[in-house]
Every structure is written in C-alpha cells, then in structure tokens.
C-alpha cells in the first residue's frame, strides 16, 4: 500500500503552469454555466483537510493513481481490470485556492466522481467503498497549485488484507465461542496451514485434580460443629458415664448402622447405636456410583471441661480388599490439552492471545453495577479481540430494556484510512448504536470491527466520544474500554468532553499508560483495572504518589509518571 505525505513543491516552468490552470478554469466555467442540476455524492463520503497529499510509493499494485488533468480526463487503461469488490476506498484529491469567486468545488468534484462512475458500471450503486474527498490547502496561488496531485486514489484491498480480515473475523469468532463453551478452532487451524498468516498454534497439556463425582464417603446428616456438643450430651446422659469411649462402627450398605464390638458387654454400643440411629440420616458411601459399606471409628470425649464432643473417622470398604486412599477415593486426575494462538508478526503492539488475557471486563462490569444510562464507548482495533469477546458475553446476559446501558459506539480510528490523511476529529471510523437488542450490538461491533483494523498506534478515542454524546446529549457519564497502550491521538479535543469518563484499560498487566492517567485526571473521571477502582485523581498534589496494582506512579510538574514495581497490591495515595 503506498503511504501518503506531506511533501515540499517541485519547481516547473512558471509560464506553463499559468497558462494550463487559466485554460482550465476557463474550460470549468464554460461547462458549469450549463449545469444547473444539484451534484449528489456518496453516502459514505469523509471530507478532509491537509496541507499536500504526495505519494512515496507510486509502484504499489493495490494503488491506481487516476491524475486529472485540466481538462479532467480519466485514464481508461488503469482501469480495465478493476473489480468492484476489490476497491476499498477512493480518493479524490484537489486544491482549496481558486482563481475566482464564481469557482464551484463541489459541482466540479461531482463532475469528476460522475466520469469515473461511467467508466465503472456499479461503482455509484456500490455502498461498501469508503470514500474521502482530500482539500489541499497547502499552495495560495496558481503557479503552486498546479504541481499539486490532483485526481483519484483507488486503494485496493490486497491478497494480505483479505487474508487478514478473515482471519481476524475467525479469530473473533474463536474468542466468542470460549465464553460461550465452545471454542472451534477447525477453520482457523485450516488457515494457519496454508502458512499465508502470522498465526501460530501453541498448545500444552495442563493436568488438574477434580473431585470425582462417582465416588463419595458416607453422608451422615445431622452432624454438623453446631449439632456435635448436643449428641454429646445427649450420650453422656445416656450413657451415664464419663472418660473416653471408643465405638467401632460399620455403615452398611443400607445405611444402617452395625456395631463391631466383640464381648460380652454390649450395653453401652447398643445405646450408643440407638441414639444415633435415632439423631441421624446416613446414606451410605459410593465406589463408582455402587453402595458400600464403611467402617465409622466414633470417639466420645466425655469429660472436656463440661464440653463433651464427638469424634468420628470414617473408612469405606472397597471391594476386592483394596487399599483405601482418601486423596485417590475422593479426587480423579484430569489432563487436557490447551491451545491458544499467537500472533507471530512484527508490531509495536502485539496482539494478546486468550489464554493470557485477564477477564477485566467481566470483572469491571461486575464490580460496577451502579453504571446506568451510560456511552460506552469501545476500541475494536486488533489487538481488542480477546476484550471484545469479553464485552459480548458480558452483554449478551445483562443487555435488557430495563436496566443498564444501551447507547453504544465503537471505533476502529478511520476504517482503515491512510495514515497521514488522518486529521485530528475527523478520522472517522465510528459507529453508533442505541438498542437494548443483543444481536443488534453484536452486529455493530463485527461491523465496526471489518471496516478497519486501526493502521498506526494511536486511536480516535475522544472523536468517538464526542460523537456518541452528539447522538445522545442525556447520557452524564462514559465508560471507555480502551487499549491500554493505544494512546489517543486526540487528546487536545478532551476538554470538549462535559461529563465523566469511567476508563477500563485492557492490557496494562504490565502497568498504566500515563497518558491515561493525564486524561483521567484532566477529565474528573475514573480508571478502572482488573482488581481495582480509582476515583478522584484530582485530589493528587504535587510529588504525591499513587500505587495501582503492585506499580507506583508519581504525579510531577502536571503528569504522572511511573516510579517503580512494587510488591504491595493495592491503591495508596501517599501523603
């Protein structure tokens, strides 16, 4: 893909250029005094605002550069070949300064957009293209305009951008079904085979003891800490002795109990037996889901300082004689194989992978029930799917009609516009929703999420928000789920946001990005991580630390910086 700049402008024959931009003008006018009928232009059309738009990169084959001339030609040949499906985005470039007042932009542009439709059947009806209509403001006069690029930018999706998006689209899909106890990894398995994508597949074999569910010791109900002094009492009045008496019991099949006393003397075991039965419910104990009988030691411990207790240790018989092992009886060994994929690329940023990623929306969420009414406000740039598939299970049990949240935007900084054609507000990329309907939500989110994957580290956050409070002017607060390393680019436009932010930071395991904690406090808002809630960050004076999550941060000279890891998980304003 080529990369747009700003570029300096390139000396030509003065004369020549005057000559060609007043034949120009002369031919436009001509033309537009017999054009009457109102230009209609694009649905999806994003108007920007820079100084020069060159390009570095004039031999991408994903690029068709259409110059136009002063009599608006369009090259036919450089699009012969063109699909439709292929076009992701198209921009027409051209210049603020104009010669004179009677110069119509708007209709001159319309004109040139209707040529190029002619020459691509379908391309007017086709709302899937992005287009962008770039005002160069950087020359203020004629000679200087007439080298600057004037014409259409064709960007067309590449081999690797589809391949990208599929895999992304898999990858979400994968992420969603964990939380939904699925987790089918057949296509994207098949995808990693192929050896086109970055992914790789990592897998391990965990092993965990778990309870057995086929096997149980007896169940002895009515014997409990607060039930054992009465029973004894109860014994020792019944039996009208004191000291220490041992019973040696068995729990048969039926749950019945059998004493195992031998001699003469069986008073004191047919009493004992008596009152039990009589106190207790016992069921018997389970070896593979079948009764069996146990062996019950009961202990009376009848002189404890007036305070008689009840002692039993409790033994199944197995069958076949064989040993019994109560760590082996009541727990089962379970191994199972545990696979994750990890993005193998070179980014400033790597993408988490799910097994690594801590449930913080969840948590937050959970933790903050008192958020009603709310913008949310979501990144759904690449390296947020984890977090994305988070926010969708989250959602898809608590989003209702009566309570909750159920204005939503996302953005994704400019569906996958040229970097530096990005203008601080006017990047683009957002979507709002207001709706109580899951499906709904999750339909904008997959949405948002294919029309651009974020380009460059930094994201439209604040345009995002000012767009969701232009929608929706009730809503008192905005929760944002951002990035944590994904600065804002548009930080300078925070102070047109009026009302709260509540910021949950997703992979600042390894500590806060201190433009958020600049932001949080500029704002009167919150941040919000995993095991955490800190509020009022305008208290915070001069040298003052805090402490988030094990890692301290100094306030000095109007921003935070971070000082060190600490041992200490918790949130200290020190004074």
């Not at 002692?311 to 009541?330: R, T």
């Not at 060994?333 to 969840?362: G, H, L, N």
């Not at 974020?454 to 767009?467: R, T």
């Not at 800190?534 to 004076?541: C, F, K, V």
Request: aromatic residues 8%; hydrophobic residues 35%; contains cysteine.
């Amino acid at each position: 893909m080529a990369n747009l700049r700003f570029s300096d402008n390139k000396p030509i024959t003065m004369l020549m250029k005057h000559l060609f931009l007043t034949l120009f003008i002369f031919l436009y006018l001509s033309v537009q005094a017999q054009t009457s009928e109102a230009p209609s232009l694009p649905k999806k059309l994003v108007r920007v605002s820079t100084p020069r738009l060159s390009l570095t990169d004039e031999s991408d084959t994903n690029l068709i550069l259409l110059k136009m001339e002063f009599n608006g030609a369009i090259p036919k040949s450089k699009l012969k070949n063109v699909r439709l499906d292929r076009i992701e985005s198209i921009s027409l470039a051209y210049s603020r300064y104009r010669l004179s007042d009677m110069f119509d932009q708007l209709t001159l542009n319309a004109q040139r957009m209707d040529k190029l439709y002619a020459l691509l059947p379908g391309l007017k009806e086709n709302t899937g293209i992005q287009w962008y209509w770039v005002e160069q403001t950087g020359c203020d006069n004629a000679d200087a305009c007439t080298d600057v690029f004037h014409g259409f930018v064709i960007k067309l999706k590449s081999e690797k951008d589809i391949l990208e998006r599929e895999t992304e689209k898999m990858l979400m899909e994968y992420y969603s079904s964990i939380y939904e106890g699925g987790g089918e990894t057949k296509r994207l398995d098949s995808l990693i085979s192929t050896g086109k994508v970055s992914l790789i597949k990592v897998c391990d074999t965990l092993t965990s003891k778990v309870f057995n569910p086929h096997n149980r010791l007896a169940r002895i109900r009515g014997w409990n800490p607060d039930n054992n002094s009465r029973l004894a009492r109860l014994l020792k009045e019944e039996l009208k002795d004191s000291g220490v008496i041992q019973l040696d019991i068995m729990i048969n099949q039926k749950g019945n109990l059998v004493s195992l006393e031998n001699g003469e003397d069986f008073g004191k075991p047919s009493k004992i037996l008596k009152l039990l039965d009589d106190q207790l419910s016992i069921s018997p104990a389970l070896y593979n889901r079948k009764k069996i009988p146990s062996r019950m030691m009961v202990t009376l411990y009848l002189d404890i300082r007036n305070r008689p207790q009840v002692s039993v240790i409790q033994k199944p018989i197995l069958p076949g004689n064989e040993e019994f092992v109560l760590d082996k009886f009541l727990y089962t060994t379970r191994t199972r194989i545990v696979c994750d994929y990890k993005d193998t690329s070179p980014k400033d940023v790597v993408m988490p992978v799910f097994a690594s990623t801590p449930d913080i929306i969840f948590k937050v969420f959970d933790r903050n029930k008192q958020w009603k009414n709310c913008l949310v406000v979501t990144d759904v740039t690449g390296s947020m799917y984890p977090y994305l598939a988070q926010f969708k299970a989250w959602h898809k049990l608590h989003l209702d009609a009566n309570s909750g949240n159920h204005d939503f935007v996302f953005f994704n900084d400019g569906d996958n516009m040229a970097d530096n054609m990005k203008v601080t507000g006017q990047v683009g990329g957002v979507y709002y929703v207001n709706t109580s309907q899951y499906y709904k939500l999750s339909a904008l989110l997959n949405t948002s999420m294919q029309k651009g994957g974020g380009g460059d580290g930094p994201e439209n956050n604040i345009e995002a928000v000012l767009k969701g409070l232009e929608m929706n002017p009730e809503c008192k607060e905005v929760i944002m789920i951002a990035d944590n390393w994904a600065t804002p680019r548009d930080l300078s436009l925070l102070k047109k946001v009026r009302v709260p932010i509540r910021l949950v930071l997703c992979g600042a395991q390894s500590g806060i990005n201190t433009a958020y904690l600049d932001m949080i406090r500029s704002n009167k808002g919150s941040i919000h991580t995993m095991e955490q809630d800190l509020y009022d960050l305008t208290s915070i004076s001069e040298r003052q630390e805090i402490e988030l999550d094990g890692i301290k941060y100094r306030f000095s000279n109007g921003s935070f910086t971070m000082v060190k890891q600490t041992s200490k998980q918790a949130s200290v304003i020190r004074h």
